[in-house]
């Protein structure tokens, strides 16, 4: 059963250290593979660095974002 209430930031950290983080790692190296090195054991490791980057940005979609208006100081009044 598919739960769809989004995670809290405490709960995404779990699932990111128990699956997210591997499921990554293993993503990018078999099925984004830019330069062609999943076959090669000694290339294990090639997008690592990108594991943490394309975390952070994982998890910052988690945090509500403000309307450009919102953001500005513009109430919804101030829209209208």
């Given at each position: 059963?598919?739960?769809?209430?989004?995670m809290s930031t405490a709960e995404w950290r779990v699932w990111w250290r128990r699956e997210g983080?591997?499921?990554?790692?293993e993503l990018l190296m078999e099925s984004w593979d830019p330069?062609?090195?999943a076959h090669i054991p000694e290339a294990a490791d090639e997008y690592d660095s990108y594991v943490?980057?394309?975390g952070s940005l994982l998890e910052s979609e988690l945090r509500p974002r403000k309307s450009p208006a919102t953001s500005r100081g513009y109430g919804r009044?101030?829209?209208v």
């Amino acid at each position: 059963m598919v739960n769809d209430a989004p995670m809290s930031t405490a709960e995404w950290r779990v699932w990111w250290r128990r699956e997210g983080e591997a499921g990554l790692r293993e993503l990018l190296m078999e099925s984004w593979d830019p330069i062609g090195v999943a076959h090669i054991p000694e290339a294990a490791d090639e997008y690592d660095s990108y594991v943490p980057k394309v975390g952070s940005l994982l998890e910052s979609e988690l945090r509500p974002r403000k309307s450009p208006a919102t953001s500005r100081g513009y109430g919804r009044k101030g829209l209208v």
